[in-house]
């Protein structure tokens, strides 16, 4: 855990805390130690800069959550409309 907040510029705690208020779960070893993937990290690195820029956290984390949901939508609209391109062109 230590690593994974020195990669991204937080502490463990803002890391547990992102966890708790629901931004990712972070999946455990069998050691039982806290294991993130890099979606995880890019995930807390902008919920830190928005609490950096004076956002609480349960509103940094639904700012996230959304900003992500928006572009999962807009790649799908982009997914969507090369289909439909391809279909009316051939």
């Known amino acids: 855990m230590g690593a994974a907040a020195g990669a991204i510029g937080v502490t463990p705690a803002f ?8 931004l ?8 039982g130690h806290r294991r993130y993937s890099r979606d ?9 800069s928005l609490v950096d820029d004076g956002i609480r956290m349960d509103a940094a984390v639904r700012i996230v959550r959304l900003e992500y949901q928006l572009a999962a939508a807009n790649a799908m609209i982009e997914l969507l409309r090369r ?8």
Not at 15 to 22: I, K, M, Q, S, T
Request: proline share 0%; hydrophobic share 30%.
């Open 15 to 22: 890391l547990r805390a992102a966890e708790a208020a629901g």
């Open 83 to 90: 289909k439909t391109d391809r279909t009316r062109s051939g």
């Open 40 to 48: 995880d990290l890019q995930r807390a690195d902008r919920a830190r």
């Open 24 to 31: 990712f779960e972070a999946h455990r070893s069998d050691g």
